[in-house]
T-cell receptor, first 113, second 114 residues
Framework: GNSVTQMEGPVTLSEEAFLTINCTYT??????LFWYVQYPGEGLQLLLK?????DKGSNKGFEATYRKETTSFHLEKGSVQVSDSAVYFC????????????FGRGTSLIVHP | DGGITQSPKYLFRKEGQNVTLSCEQN?????MYWYRQDPGQGLRLIYY???????QKGDIAEGYSVSREKKESFPLTVTSAQKNPTAFYLC?????????????FGSGTQLSVL
C-alpha cells in the first residue's frame, strides 16, 4: 500500500537555526509529494509540492527535493523564525488519476526566540 | 474571497445524540473530503465525494454519514454509533479530485463529548 513516514516531534529549535524534517514514502506508482503546514487551531495549508523525481518545491524559505532513489521528501529551511512554529505534514498522492491523498502523522516544530 | 467554511468551530455532543458538522465551499471544486485529526495520529479519511450525489467511504467511515446534494456543501453527521467522537474534524476540497492537485482546508471543528 501507500504510506508516509515522518520523524516524530516535537522538534525544538532556537531562532535562526537550520531545520530538517524527514519524510519517506512508500507508493505503488509515481506519486506527487506535498508538505502542508497547520498553525494552532487552524486547518492545513499547502506549503510546497513536487510532482516528479528531482523536482524541488520551495516556498517562504522552505525547500524539499523529490528523491526517488531514497523515496524521500525532506523539508528544510536555512533559518527558522518563531512564526514557523506549527505542525508540518508530509503527504503523497498518485498522479494521473483520481486518488485520495495519504498524510503522515505530522511533526510539531517549536521555535524559541 | 473564495474558500472553505466550516461551522461551528466548537461542538458538544451528548450521549446518544447525532450532530452535524457543516462544510461549505465557494471554490467551485468538484471533490470534497472529511478528515478526522487526533493528537499524534495525523489525518484519517472519513468520507470523500468527487461529484454531486456520490460519495465513498474512507478508512474510518463507521459511525459517520454524509450527503452531497449540492456541489458547494458536504455536511458530516456524527451518529450515536460513533463511540469515540472527540476529535478535530477537517473538511477539504480539490478542483477535480486528481492526484496531483493540492487540497484546500477549512479551519476545522472541534467536537467534544459532554
Amino acid at each position: 500500500g501507500n504510506s508516509v513516514t515522518q520523524m516524530e516531534g516535537p522538534v525544538t529549535l532556537s531562532e535562526e537555526a537550520f531545520l530538517t524534517i524527514n519524510c519517506t514514502y512508500t507508493a505503488t506508482g509515481y506519486p506527487s509529494l506535498f508538505w502542508y503546514v497547520q498553525y494552532p487551531g487552524e486547518g492545513l495549508q499547502l506549503l510546497l509540492k513536487a510532482t516528479k523525481a528531482d523536482d524541488k518545491g520551495s516556498n517562504k524559505g522552505f525547500e524539499a527535493t523529490y528523491r526517488k532513489e531514497t523515496t524521500s521528501f525532506h523539508l528544510e529551511k536555512g533559518s527558522v523564525q518563531v512564526s514557523d512554529s506549527a505542525v508540518y505534514f508530509c503527504a503523497l498522492s498518485l498522479s494521473g488519476g483520481s486518488y485520495i491523498p495519504t498524510f503522515g502523522r505530522g511533526t510539531s516544530l517549536i521555535v524559541h526566540p | 474571497d473564495g474558500g472553505i467554511t466550516q461551522s461551528p468551530k466548537y461542538l458538544f455532543r451528548k450521549e446518544g445524540q447525532n450532530v452535524t458538522l457543516s462544510c461549505e465551499q465557494n471554490l467551485n471544486h468538484d471533490a470534497m473530503y472529511w478528515y478526522r485529526q487526533d493528537p499524534g495520529q495525523g489525518l484519517r479519511l472519513i468520507y470523500y465525494s468527487q461529484i454531486v450525489n456520490d460519495f465513498q467511504k474512507g478508512d474510518i467511515a463507521e459511525g459517520y454519514s454524509v450527503s452531497r446534494e449540492k456541489k458547494e456543501s458536504f455536511p458530516l453527521t456524527v451518529t450515536s454509533a460513533q463511540k469515540n467522537p472527540t476529535a478535530f474534524y477537517l473538511c477539504a476540497s480539490s478542483r477535480t479530485g486528481q492526484g496531483s492537485e493540492k487540497l484546500f482546508f477549512g479551519s476545522g471543528t472541534q467536537l467534544s463529548v459532554l
